[in-house]
T-cell receptor, first 115, second 110 residues
């Protein structure tokens, strides 16, 4: 079974620009979660989608948004980029049931650098 | 809110046993997970405890005490490849999301 894939793997953007990151979950997984990882803040939850609906949202500004498609693929968008948005963005998929959400499968991440 | 505390760094030698502790404060607790992340890699799931007690998976074991809001990951027969960051995470059942601790950097020395 193929793992979680994320594209692109690396991205350099300028302050004020916007960016879209893509994630394809493991086949059959309906839940996709997004995390931001930085050296100072660790792994922070952004949001989770299940069957095209956002079920949970972390404490991030509205510049961070996402969506999920009918095939469970997900995208996240960051508008008006700030230097502090430089981070590794990780996508994780799981079956989505309450009993399985503890076991998430992570993709390799997208390394975003904002200059 | 939720908070998890774990040591920032642990160092041990090959063949030794190391324990990484995690204490948490959270409401709606459903279980405690452990993840491993090598430098430049993605976090990978190691273990999960929903009930009190010890769960063993090969060289790795995880323990949970719900009454003490405490858990630990035990790594036995350490190998160089175990050098990585280890994260505890609480599973908030109603929210179906994971909240991660800040991670423990384990260094295994020869």
């Amino acid at each position: 079974k193929a793992g979680v894939t994320q594209t692109p793997r690396y991205l350099i953007k300028t302050r004020g620009q916007q960016v879209t990151l893509s994630c394809s979950p493991i086949s059959g997984h309906r839940s996709v979660s997004w995390y931001q990882q930085t050296p100072g803040q660790g792994l922070q939850f952004l949001f989770e989608y299940f069957s095209e609906t956002q079920r949970n949202k972390g404490n991030f500004p509205g510049r961070f948004s996402g969506r999920q498609f009918s095939n469970s693929r997900s995208e996240m968008n960051v508008s008006t980029l700030e230097l502090g948005d430089s981070a590794l963005y990780l996508c994780a998929s799981s079956a989505g049931d309450r009993g399985t959400s503890y076991e998430q499968y992570f993709g390799p991440g997208t390394r975003l650098t904002v200059t | 809110g939720q908070s998890l505390e774990q040591p920032s760094e642990v160092t041990a030698v090959e063949g030794a046993i190391v324990q990484i502790n995690c204490t948490y404060q959270t409401s709606g607790f459903y279980g405690l997970s452990w993840y491993q992340q090598h430098d430049g890699g993605a976090p990978t799931f190691l273990s999960y405890n929903a009930l009190d007690g010890l769960e063993e998976t090969g060289r790795f074991s995880s323990f949970l005490s719900r009454s003490d809001s405490y858990g630990y990951l035990l790594l036995q027969e350490l190998q160089m490849k175990d050098s990585a960051s280890y994260f505890c995470a609480v599973n908030l059942g109603s929210a179906r999301q994971l909240t991660f601790g800040s991670g423990t950097q384990l260094t295994v020395l020869p």
